[in-house]
């Protein structure tokens, strides 16, 4: 990987589809920050051979932002705060990934509140934590 996109948040990386979305919404771990949910668990993607990185998802929802310019704005703030810590997460996609050909997937939740938008650097720490938490985790 160069060092210009190593932080970078590539097509291929951003998780898709309804049946893997639900896989990993029914099946995943959670660990719960300030306002940020995180869910993650390894399942069997077809990327291509691209398994040193996560496959991540951004959600707000709804009830929380019913303005889609508001969500939106969450969800910019989230993606750029997991990418100033993609090498955290391309250790936790290591670690998780073993010898099988599974896929770390991590779906992010904005759970915060209504009016208040916490500022880029607040988003930074809390995906960063997140981060270290799943990393701290015993895969299985």
């Known amino acids: 990987m160069s060092t210009t996109h190593v932080?970078?948040?590539?097509?291929?990386?951003?998780?898709?589809?309804?049946?893997?979305?639900?896989?990993?919404?029914?099946?995943?771990?959670?660990?719960?920050?300030?306002?940020?949910?995180?869910?993650?668990?390894?399942?069997?993607?077809?990327?291509?051979?691209?398994?040193?990185?996560?496959?991540?998802l951004f959600v707000v929802g709804r009830k929380i932002r019913p303005d889609a310019v508001g969500r939106n704005r969450i969800?910019?703030?989230m993606k750029e705060a997991y990418r100033h810590e993609k090498p955290l997460?391309?250790?936790?996609?290591?670690?998780?990934?073993g010898d099988g050909?599974?896929?770390?997937?991590?779906?992010?939740m904005y759970t915060g509140r209504r009016k208040t938008l916490p500022s880029s650097e607040s988003f930074r720490k809390e995906v960063r934590g997140l981060l270290e938490s799943i990393l701290r985790m015993t895969p299985g």
């Open 7 to 56: 932080y970078s948040l590539k097509k291929y990386e951003i998780l898709r589809g309804r049946t893997l979305v639900s896989k990993l919404f029914s099946s995943a771990r959670s660990f719960r920050g300030g306002f940020i949910k995180v869910l993650f668990a390894p399942l069997e993607v077809n990327n291509g051979g691209r398994r040193s990185l996560p496959k991540v």
């Open 75 to 77: 969800k910019r703030l």
């Open 89 to 97: 997460a391309a250790e936790c996609a290591e670690k998780y990934a």
């Open 101 to 108: 050909n599974k896929t770390l997937c991590i779906a992010f």
